[in-house]
């Protein structure tokens, strides 16, 4: 936890912010900058953690990458792909997450999971010899 508050008081120094300002832009409190930075936030609340580096990742992204480290640029996409809404203080939407291309594959596997151990063995039996035949 100390070395992920240091990291981000580095890049909040490096971008000029004031603790303040960073709370602000994160819609947190300043306290919660101030303990997540020296590391005494070992209670600190997931969210808190995740609103203060997305802020900061937010104003990275606006730096040359060019002068980025890679570590530094990989932050950046990094906190892209949780895809949080542009201001921290509004909930994110509610979007369904996809795990597999194809959302009826995901279907049958999620029912598959949902069956007792019992149905499961001759379910996937089935499964297996419809696809069988299917390639044939």
């Known amino acids: 936890m ?3 508050g240091e990291r981000a008081r580095r890049m909040r120094e490096f971008l000029g912010f004031s603790q303040e300002q960073l709370a602000k832009r994160a819609g947190v409190s300043q306290g919660a900058v101030s303990r997540f930075e020296i590391g005494r936030g070992l209670n600190t609340p997931l969210l808190v953690s995740i609103k203060i580096n997305a802020s900061l990742a937010t104003a990275l992204s606006t730096v040359d990458p060019t002068i980025l480290t890679d570590d530094a640029r990989h932050f950046v996409q990094s906190m892209d792909l949780l895809d ?4 921290p203080r509004e909930p994110p939407e509610a979007k369904p997450v996809t795990l597999l291309a194809d959302p009826d594959f995901e279907d049958v596997i999620r029912h598959c999971g949902r069956l007792p151990e019992a149905r499961r063995k001759p379910f996937l039996a089935a499964m297996k010899a419809l696809a069988r035949a299917l390639c044939d």
Do not use: E
């Open 2 to 4: 100390k070395d992920l």
């Open 84 to 87: 949080l809404p542009a201001d």
